[in-house]
């Protein structure tokens, strides 16, 4: 998941407290509430495929296999490729053949060698990882002296020559990732407007073992790109209170890196519907990664999630009334790119989605959904949602344009959600060396995979479309 | 805190459960009930002076000064020096001058560069610590294949042709640590012993953040000592996977390092008592630190919650009847240098040893003692203890060699106790870059500073001698 402005709205519990639970208490569904109920025994059997039966096991058995193969799979990179058609593969030798590939043009941006050395009070290497797209430093780097940045207001009330010339350390308290995300992504051209000759920033997260956190981050028209790098929680509280006891503290920073463009895809797998197949409920996760890590938390889990959607119905020949569309998103992480180009692409049809679910923000125990929609659309989604109350994931979190890729469709009024699941560490491993499957279990993974698979088949099926 | 062989009594939450809380039902005290009761008022004098008094938030104050100022302090460098120097120095401006130090030889080792790359099934590059005193690689590197062990009698059923030239890594899961710690400490000699060419090992952790944990290690004599690292949890369980998939994994390891020897210093600091000055109530812990992090748990917060106590003591002219002797150990994570030092040339002395204090296994919140000693002793030290009910610290749990320094005293009948505290998670930040201040709070260190203060008042001045 990323965290570009688009994305800004959606739900974590360690970042928007307190989630909004829909209260479904005054709807007024009629006969629809008999016929969702209609559907507890293929809820129960999709559970039981998963959870005991032949798919037990599954979603984490290949997840794991497919980040051990490739590991990290940045936008434009030779490993994402190589990663999607072994995805193509996967799913064919599941006999489903109904996939399609689409191009787009995407940044590669590539990390070279990073340091920061602190020489001033005394020496101390420290671990960075420059943010997205980051523009280099000097071969030799460049030397100077640290300034102390709180927030913006700070920032702003600070005269320009106390800024110039130096580097700005962004220290934020990691209150919501909503809050303090926007150090990372406009410190740097904030800092830069101000003088400052590179731009660093506290990672993002509320706990850290010296781990520090990359992500996206944007220039300014206008103003000098500068280099920009996160450090860890351990680092920045240390030069804060150096600096704050009056110390001068000078680094040398370090960075290389290269930007090109290079050619990816979407992948779409299409599981048709036998009544209405031009209408779509779509299921997906993003498979990109960045370059630290092995993107197995953001997004392998949520991508597996969606994969398994047709491949179980399929396997137990729960074909619904409209399509279900598993799409993977490429270069989700530098800015939604798969999302937006699919949005530009499918214009003419957007109209037949008729809801469109992601999962992006872990796949710990699923909890539920977050969803946006009118009142009839939440009305049926939580009545939906009563069938997994033997899975403790029955609710209903509203937010108006949910998802991260799926916000660019769910904040226009397209009906959608992204999975509510139990992820208040998420943000200790986003965008980490730390993502990695460790923090995936199998018992989990299988909850998810059940219950991504059973809401999508009933949406799907339903004789109404989830209005907009 | 290390973990050499005499060290493995210690107590830890995460290590070893159910910890055995001393029962005091059928104490039988007499007298020294009352009078241990009337030292509430001074333990509620010295509570009141640290959690909100003139000495709240100082511990936490001057540890973070002081790591700030120094960083990491290894056995044999300056840097442990300066950091002796600048102790005496803090305590000699509190108004204290009884302090000598004490020379002894001990162990440089330093690290180099150290990389191990994973180039079959694909290239990824993997972060390690070399294990404390291990040899270094040639200037190349070495290429093997890995074979990965999850016991030793795993490794003693494995033929040896199959470990002859290849890179053994063990991959026991964290039940204890001292279950566990066994395979970082024995683990190269053994697999030397069977023909392999390096040693490595899932690091000894319950938790990650693709955080490698170093520590010592061990070679045997008549056996070729091999290159020794940690890995981390997540590449020692991805390797692991593809293992076992029948995948081939193939890696480059380098090390460096050098081993030399240096001069260090164990500082003593004596607030003399008033009636038997000859008898010492010791309170201490290691100033030495890995060179990862900047041993702020391991053992910076030990150090000064005992610094803590005689200059509290002073501040509120607390004059015990014996001598409270604060010590400052050195090169303890090599092997407990300082301590058996001091062993050695206070032979003569050691039958003054009333009780002997040590806190090095973090500085969280104090539940009570960990302790030694026959039923009086313990049912003196638990009489004590109920003086600590405000606080919650009134927990005596039964060891038979508490502690790590002082384990070679306790283990020897002398008694004495490690400070009990709240510590599940030290084992995630024990030995890692995450060993910072992070993990420290004023308000935790300033309980432990109460609580250490005051408990060893109380047994300095007691009107009867600790039983042996």
């Not at 005054?26 to 809820?43: F, M, P, T, W």
């Not at 370059?291 to 994969?307: E, H, L, R, T, Y």
């Amino acid at each position: 998941m990323t965290a570009d402005s688009d994305s800004e709205n959606y739900i974590e519990p360690t970042s928007r407290a307190p989630v909004k639970v829909f209260d479904c208490k005054n709807c007024d569904l009629g006969s629809l509430v008999e016929e969702i109920a209609s559907y507890e025994d293929r809820v129960q059997k999709i559970i039981d495929y998963v959870l005991s039966g032949p798919f037990k096991g599954k979603t984490h058995d290949e997840l794991a296999k497919f980040v051990d193969t490739f590991g990290a799979r940045p936008s434009g990179t030779f490993d994402l490729e190589k990663s999607i058609d072994y995805m193509i593969d996967l799913t064919r030798k599941e006999g489903l053949n109904d996939i399609v590939t689409e191009e787009l043009e995407v940044p590669r941006w590539e990390r070279g060698i990073e340091t920061l050395t602190m020489f001033e009070p005394r020496k101390k290497k420290m671990d960075i990882l420059g943010l997205g797209e980051s523009v280099k430093t000097p071969l030799n780097g460049l030397t100077a002296e640290v300034v102390v940045i709180s927030n913006f207001t700070h920032l702003e009330d600070t005269p320009d020559e106390e800024i110039k010339g130096k580097i700005v350390l962004y220290v934020p308290i990691f209150t919501t990732y909503v809050e303090t995300v926007i150090y990372r992504k406009e410190g740097a051209a904030k800092a830069s407007a101000k003088g400052a000759v590179a731009s660093l920033v506290r990672s993002i997260a509320p706990f850290s073992i010296n781990s520090p956190h990359t992500g996206s981050q944007n220039y300014s028209d206008g103003v000098e790109p500068i280099p920009a790098a996160a450090i860890t929680l351990e680092d920045a509280d240390m030069i804060t209170r150096l600096y704050n006891r009056g110390e001068k503290v000078k680094v040398n920073l370090i960075m290389y890196s290269t930007l090109e463009t290079a050619v990816s895809r979407n992948t779409l797998i299409d599981l048709k519907g036998y009544k209405d197949p031009e209408k779509l409920v779509i299921v997906s996760g993003h498979i990109d990664s960045w370059d630290v890590g092995q993107g197995a938390m953001d997004d392998g889990g949520g991508m597996f999630i969606s994969w398994a959607v047709p491949v179980i119905l399929r396997r137990l020949k729960l074909t619904p009334r409209r399509t279900i569309r598993t799409i993977f998103w490429t270069a989700e992480e530098l800015g939604f790119y798969g999302a937006h180009s699919y949005k530009k692409s499918h214009k003419s049809e957007s109209h037949n989605i008729n809801y469109i679910m992601e999962s992006d923000e872990g796949t710990f125990a699923p909890l539920g959904l977050v969803a946006n929609g009118n009142r009839k659309t939440r009305c049926i989604v939580a009545e939906v949602l009563k069938l997994f109350q033997s899975i403790n994931a029955s609710t209903l979190v509203e937010d108006d344009s949910p998802g991260s890729d799926i916000s660019i469709f769910t904040s226009n009024g397209i009906p959608g959600a992204s999975l509510h699941n139990d992820n208040a560490k998420y943000f200790w491993f986003h965008h980490t060396e730390g993502d990695t499957m460790n923090v995936e279990t199998p018992e989990n993974l299988d909850l998810c995979t059940a219950f991504w698979t059973a809401v999508a088949y009933i949406i799907a099926d339903l004789s109404v479309d989830i209005p907009r």
